[in-house]
């Protein structure tokens, strides 16, 4: 994928598959450690140990629209190729966690992409869940969740076009204060 952004929406959708209904994405942007980190968090169903083994094979999907499942192979295939890898961790039940490593200066790293963008359209498209987000920039942090946002909002919808449209601007100041 083009944009490490696209499979966050992407890896997101397994969670959303599995019946999350918390998600927490974690970026972790390091220039002194040269790293970046990408963490997806939820709280479905979970996978047993040989899921967990098997996910990341591009023959293994318990989709039933086709026989392969592209999802954790090609980001595991763009950590390989930046000096990074993945991780997945998962209990059946419980929950599961995604963790994507980039050399961030890596020639071949995809940038970041529009977290702004992915980010309200993930929440236009699921107003049953939370999602807690947490973009780290060297000693920077914008942090923003859906829990937070319901309050303040008052009953107001999240999902009302005028809130989604406010949201995108607040997220795409909060990143861009996050570089300067
Ligand atoms: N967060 C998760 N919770 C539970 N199971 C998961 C999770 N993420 C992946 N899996 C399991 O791993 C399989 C492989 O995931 P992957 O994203 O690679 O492919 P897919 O979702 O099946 O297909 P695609 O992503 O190409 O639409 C899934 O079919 C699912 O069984
Ligand atoms: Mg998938």
């Known amino acids: ?37 990408v963490r997806i968090k939820d709280d ?11 996910a ?20 595991q295939a763009n950590a390989q190729a930046c000096e990074g890898d993945l ?10 966690t995604i963790e994507a490593v980039f050399r961030l200066s890596h020639i071949d790293r995809p940038p970041l992409g529009d977290m702004a ?16 987000y947490d973009h780290q920039y060297n000693e920077k942090v914008f942090s923003c969740n859906t829990v937070e946002i319901r309050e303040k ?4 919808s999240l999902q009302h076009p005028e809130v989604l449209g406010w949201l995108r ?4 100041e909060k990143e861009r204060e996050l570089r300067n």
Not at 153 to 156: P, S
């Open 1 to 37: 994928m083009r944009e490490i952004a696209l499979h966050i929406l992407d890896i997101v959708q397994n969670s959303l598959a599995a019946g999350a209904r918390n998600i927490w994405i974690d970026i972790l942007e390091d220039t002194p450690k040269d790293r970046l980190v």
């Open 44 to 54: 479905g169903r979970g996978m047993d140990e040989e899921t967990v083994r098997k």
């Open 56 to 75: 990341a094979d591009p023959f293994y999907t318990t989709r039933k629209t086709r026989k392969v499942g592209l999802g954790l192979p090609l980001l």
């Open 87 to 96: 991780k997945i961790a998962s209990m059946p039940g419980k929950g599961t």
């Open 117 to 132: 963008a992915t980010m309200v359209s993930l929440l236009a498209g699921s107003p049953d869940v939370d999602f807690f």
């Open 153 to 156: 909002l008052d009953g107001l």
């Open 169 to 172: 601007e607040y997220f795409e």
